[in-house]
């Protein structure tokens, strides 16, 4: 089944489209090739992303520990599989964490520095 993949570099925000193939399971589109399938690493997506643009990369310019790419899968109109939200889900969740994260910091260390000065000066 004919399908198009729209794969977004998260880095720079930029998206391209490829023509790809899946498998039809019972009639329907089955996405796993690319929600958990080899195509869902992202060493596959930076090559597709590259040869969206008739780039050739080398396989070594690539890693699969990156998380650079999204993808959206559309059969037509329809969008049968996304992974867009996960990953800015996830990526919202350690922005805020970290966040949080150095307000407590910035809200702690002054008293703990007052105390640290407290315990010089009694002795």
Not at 42 to 60: K, Q, S, V
Not at 80 to 99: H, K, P, R, W
Request: charge should be negative.
């Amino acid at each position: 089944m004919q399908a198009v993949a729209k794969i977004k570099d998260i880095r720079t925000g930029e998206i391209r489209l490829c023509e790809t193939k899946i498998r039809e399971t019972n009639g329907l589109p089955d996405p796993y090739i690319w929600s958990d399938g080899n195509y869902a690493c992202d060493c596959n997506m930076y090559l597709f992303f590259e040869r969206a643009i008739g780039n050739e990369p080398d396989d070594d310019e690539c890693s699969c520990l990156t998380d650079f790419y999204q993808v959206e899968l559309f059969v037509g109109e329809e969008l049968i599989y996304s992974d867009y939200s996960e990953t800015e889900l996830a990526n919202m969740l350690v922005n805020t964490i970290g966040i949080i994260l150095i307000v407590l910091l910035l809200l702690l260390l002054p008293p703990m520095i007052t105390v640290v000065q407290l315990l010089i000066l009694t002795r």
